[in-house]
């Protein structure tokens, strides 16, 4: 007879699974997550032999260096040209200038100071520009006045009226409550476009020592060159590169440099006492360096404004702030070397 029941009857359902290597017990309850990973597929070896991911190589691409900003060479070329001419008609106005007939050339220093206030002004936009205009032009012809009819040809009544300019130009800024939020963070711009002019007012103080013409011819010589010949060989060979979102390179800057040094040595053997090649190669040195770093701060500012989002000015007006810049801050340098040296 066949039994009722199956011969499985009473058997452990789970008998039938293979038993776990090592002898430890059968799983019966839920599944538990463990940390192991999906396999992501084989990998591939690097160079140096190291297996690498799909997802290093997006993590290298992510890290690589943006290419840098492209050098326009008629744009380089047309700053350079534009230095050379401001450094030409400075040198040039600066032979009128003799005692009791300074009108010309305080009137060139003049129509300089309203182009620098104009354009570091539509650049940099500080709040209340229009206060900000109006002190910028009145500080420019109250310095050429001083610097023309003051009794001693000194730096100090130049330097109380550009402070007073400046707090002329903040307490005007404070006075609208959408302007005062940002009077601390433009306090600098706005001391720039003051003591800028008042720089430029330097030129008329230093006409009027003995040896400050020529020192004017030499300096404004050198800054002129240095200026023009960075510019240029940016426009042949930007290299080597001193920022990729700037568009200038070191050989131009150094290049530049050198240049002057070497043009202000050589108009120094042609001018007469106290005059020497060495004593015009070390001012027109200051000059020239003072023109050329003053002239690419300005570039790796602008560059910094367009990597924030702003919107750039004027095409025109953006371009010819940097030899604006050199020239305001190679003029007192001028009149400091010529103090210093000769």
Request: glycine share 10%.
């Amino acid at each position: 007879m066949f039994p009722s029941n199956s011969s499985e009857t009473g058997r452990d359902p789970w008998a039938e699974d293979p038993s776990v290597p090592g002898g430890s017990a059968p799983r019966t309850g839920p599944a538990v997550e463990t940390d192991e990973r999906p396999s992501r597929g084989p990998r591939r070896l690097r160079r140096g032999g190291s297996a690498r991911r799909a997802d290093d190589e997006a993590d290298a691409d992510d890290e690589e260096e943006e290419p840098p900003v492209e050098v326009r060479r008629q744009l380089s070329l047309a700053i350079g040209g534009f230095a050379a001419l401001l450094g030409l008609g400075l040198v040039v106005a600066a032979q009128t200038s003799i005692p009791g007939h300074r009108l010309p050339f305080t009137l060139v220093v003049l129509a300089v100071q309203a182009l620098f206030v104009l354009v570091w002004t539509m650049v940099t936009r500080p709040p209340a520009l229009a206060v900000v205009l109006g002190v910028g032009a009145v500080t420019a012809v109250a310095a050429d006045v001083v610097a023309v009819r003051s009794a001693e040809a000194r730096l100090a009544p130049l330097l109380y009226l550009a402070v007073g300019g400046v707090l002329a130009a903040v307490l005007g800024q404070l006075v609208r409550r959408v302007d005062r939020v940002r009077v601390t963070d433009s306090l600098r711009t706005t001391a720039t476009i003051v003591f800028g002019v008042v720089a430029l007012a330097t030129l008329i103080m230093l006409s009027r020592i003995p040896a400050g013409t020529q020192t004017i011819a030499v300096c404004l010589t050198a800054a002129g060159v240095a200026l023009t010949v960075a510019r240029v060989t940016d426009a042949v060979a930007a290299w080597p590169r001193l920022a990729p979102q700037v568009p200038r390179g070191a050989a131009g800057v150094v290049g530049g440099a050198m240049v002057g040094t070497l043009i202000s040595a050589l108009l120094g053997g042609y001018l007469v006492t106290p005059f020497t090649p060495t004593r015009a190669a070390i001012i027109g040195l200051v000059a020239a360096v003072v023109a050329v770093l003053a002239d690419l701060a300005v570039s790796y500012a602008e560059a910094g404004r367009l990597m924030a989002g702003e919107v750039p000015s004027v095409w025109a007006v953006r371009h010819v702030q940097g030899p604006l810049g050199g020239f305001a801050m190679a003029a007192p340098a001028a009149y400091l070397m010529c103090r210093l040296v000769l």
